[in-house]
């Protein structure tokens, strides 16, 4: 996301993304970089939204974010944001509503992190890892994506077409 996105359109495509399958779809958002001049102001209307998510049970049409798949789902994505809690501020996280005790729900949760090199494995759950980049490290972050190694999708949110075709052609 740089800077020339707009907010509004940026948070609605992270919900559906990152939130909305419970995280579990491979091409579930994991991580969003945010250029520095505006991530403030988009980490705040993202944690606004968040708030605003419903945790149920999935038949019902007003919700959201329904449970992960099973038990060792749900134990291993807890364990991971207890250990990233500990290396990482966990910048939001969202409270289980009492309804869902008892399910395989995880708390929808946010972390922002250095860079992409801080995620260890993928975690198919409902948690985004955000990084803030500068405008003049655009190729460090390509770089960075591309050095992990994996990765299904891609999407750039900005107006300028000659940055998004320099993204698109340069990520592999």
Do not use: W
């Not at 209307?45 to 708030?51: F, S």
């Not at 390509?142 to 750039?156: A, E, P, R």
């Amino acid at each position: 996301v740089d800077s020339s996105a707009l907010p509004e359109q940026v948070v609605n495509d992270v919900m559906h993304s990152a939130f909305y399958s419970a995280g579990q779809r491979c091409s579930a958002l994991r991580v969003l970089y945010i250029q520095d001049d505006v991530a403030d102001k988009m980490i705040e209307m993202l944690k606004g939204a968040m708030d605003e998510l419903v945790l149920g049970d999935p038949i019902l049409l007003a919700t959201d974010i329904g449970p992960v798949i099973d038990k060792s789902a749900q134990k291993n994505l807890d364990a991971y944001i207890e250990q990233m809690q500990v290396k990482h501020k966990a910048c939001f996280q969202v409270d289980l509503p009492r309804y869902c005790d008892g399910g395989t729900f995880v708390k929808p949760t946010l972390f922002e992190v250095d860079s992409i090199a801080a995620l260890k494995t993928e975690q198919f759950g409902p948690i985004l890892h955000v990084v803030r980049f500068k405008a003049k490290d655009l190729d460090r972050v390509v770089s960075d994506i591309n050095d992990k190694g994996y990765g299904l999708t891609l999407g750039v949110h900005t107006r300028n077409k000659t940055l998004y075709e320099k993204i698109a052609s340069a990520v592999n």
